[in-house]
Structure formats: C-alpha cells, structure tokens
C-alpha cells in the first residue's frame, strides 16, 4: 500500500475549474460528500446539457467569484443536524498538498460555517489521511485565480 498524505483537519486547498486559487476547507472524514458554500445558482442548458452557475465568496478579501459547470447529479444531502435538502453535484478539480484530482462537491448554504468547503471522506479516498490534532500541514496555495469570474471560460 502506498503511503498516504497526512492532512490536518483544516487546510487550504484551490479549485483550479472553478477559479478558485486560495479556499479554506474543513477536512472531515465524518462526511461522505464535499460541500462548498454558494451565495446564489441558478441553472441553465448548454448543448442541451444541465448546467449551473454559481456565485460565492472564497474569503480573505478575495472577492467574489461567478462559475458554471456541468450538473453531474442531483440528490438529497443530510446535514450534521439532520436537515435534508436536495443538492447540485459537480466534478471539478482539487489542488491540495501537492496533488491534482477529480473530485465530486455539492452546493450548498454554508453561510453560517467557519469554512467555505467541507472535503469529505470520498476526495480524500486513496490520497490521503488525516491527523486531527494538527491544521494547515501544507501552507497557504497561491493565490492564483481568485475573484476572477471563470463563468465563460467554463462554456
């Protein structure tokens, strides 16, 4: 078996698709999915395609950031206090320790939340593993492409 990262339970992490270059996130093994906080969606078809657009704030003065992707699935989503709502599914790309990978994030209000992303246990699969008496074991990604709007350049 090959030996996996070790994470804290929070780092920063970029989503490259998504024009995202510097994102907090919250690593919990506890949840199943990836959840990313998004001030407002909307749909839209693209080639006869579900797609959607979404709007959010990475934070840290980074502004705010408009993306579109394809709609990979719908489905209903538990909460950590029971709630279910019905969530958008998207593939994109997730920049963390090094690594480049595919992952599946749903969108979500995460308004109340001190992290902007939830990476769950299915992003961190095979890569890595995390240590929870540590945080930010991989330094600040660069900042990159944040606050700028990627929503044409995703169509």
């Known amino acids: 078996m090959a030996t996996k990262i070790v994470l804290g339970w929070r780092e920063w992490v970029a989503l490259p ?28 078809r693209e080639h006869g395609a579900p797609w959607v657009g979404f709007r959010f704030s990475p934070g840290h003065g980074a502004g705010t950031v408009e993306a579109a992707a394809p709609i990979f699935d719908e489905r209903e989503v538990t909460d950590s206090g029971g709630h279910c709502t019905r969530r958008v599914f998207l593939h994109t790309t997730l920049s963390l320790a090094g690594v480049e990978r595919e992952i599946e994030i749903n969108l979500s209000d995460r308004r109340g939340m001190l992290f902007p992303l939830l990476l769950g246990r299915t992003a961190l699969a095979r890569v890595y593993t995390v240590d929870p008496a540590r945080s930010f074991l991989h330094g600040r990604q660069p900042l990159g492409a944040v606050g700028v709007s990627n929503l044409n350049s995703l169509r």
Do not use: C, I, N, T
């Open 17 to 44: 698709e998504l024009g995202v270059g510097r994102l907090r996130a919250k690593v919990d093994s506890g949840a199943r999915s990836s959840a990313l906080h998004v001030d407002a969606q909307w749909y839209f």
